[in-house]
């Protein structure tokens, strides 16, 4: 039986490199593969891109509403896949990843999903939850916090400054929509702790 793979890590921890090497790994011994990203992430429009500097276009960009089963298999045609590979997978939705699953188990692919676990609040991303709970296996891609201890989270910045509230996905949406240029910074728990512990002092009291 082929299984669903979750691989992930905080940002900058090699992710997308991970997948791109991964791909080509099969393309050498002549074995296809499809790689799809949500919609969502419109970094790189179609467009996978490593921090390294490599990009590769993808096979599928999946609409947010949409089945991702009946994508993959439009996408598939009748010739024989490998692997699945999805980049971003923290912005599927449940029911996506789900049909992740479903690729793997009934259709008899292997998926091995990339993505983060948590936002910049240390939330869960709705993908990212139902792949830990429904994953066959997981896997911890690691990088490291600013501090040299393993990174665990993912700190925002507007204009350089640490924020911990607003919307959860803030993607090349531009200044204006966030009220600043906004950039991303992977911490241990002791620093983001400090960061966002500073932030919650500063702020001025309500009421």
Do not use: W
């Amino acid at each position: 039986m082929a299984k669903l793979y979750f691989r992930y890590g905080a940002m900058n921890s090699g992710k997308s490199t991970a997948l791109l090497q991964a791909a080509y790994n099969y393309e050498e011994r002549g074995q296809r593969v499809l790689l799809a990203k949500p919609g969502v992430d419109t970094k790189g429009a179609d467009h996978i891109e490593s921090r390294l500097g490599v990009s590769r276009r993808v096979d599928l960009v999946v609409p947010e509403d949409a089945s991702l089963r009946a994508e993959f298999q439009r996408a598939a045609g009748p010739h024989p896949v490998a692997c699945f590979l999805v980049d971003e997978a923290q912005f599927l939705t449940a029911e996506q990843v789900e049909d992740l699953l479903r690729i793997a188990v009934l259709d008899g692919i292997p998926v091995i999903a990339y993505g983060i676990r948590t936002d910049f609040r240390t939330e869960a991303f709705p993908g990212s939850r139902r792949l830990l709970e429904i994953a066959h296996s997981l896997e911890e891609l690691k990088t490291i916090c600013r501090c040299g201890r393993k990174a665990l989270f993912n700190g925002r910045l507007v204009d350089g400054r640490f924020v911990f509230a607003g919307s959860q996905v803030a993607i090349d949406a531009g200044p204006a929509a966030h009220g600043g240029e906004v950039t991303y910074e992977s911490l241990c728990a002791e620093c983001y702790l400090r960061e966002s512990d500073g932030v919650l002092a500063a702020a001025p009291a309500k009421g």
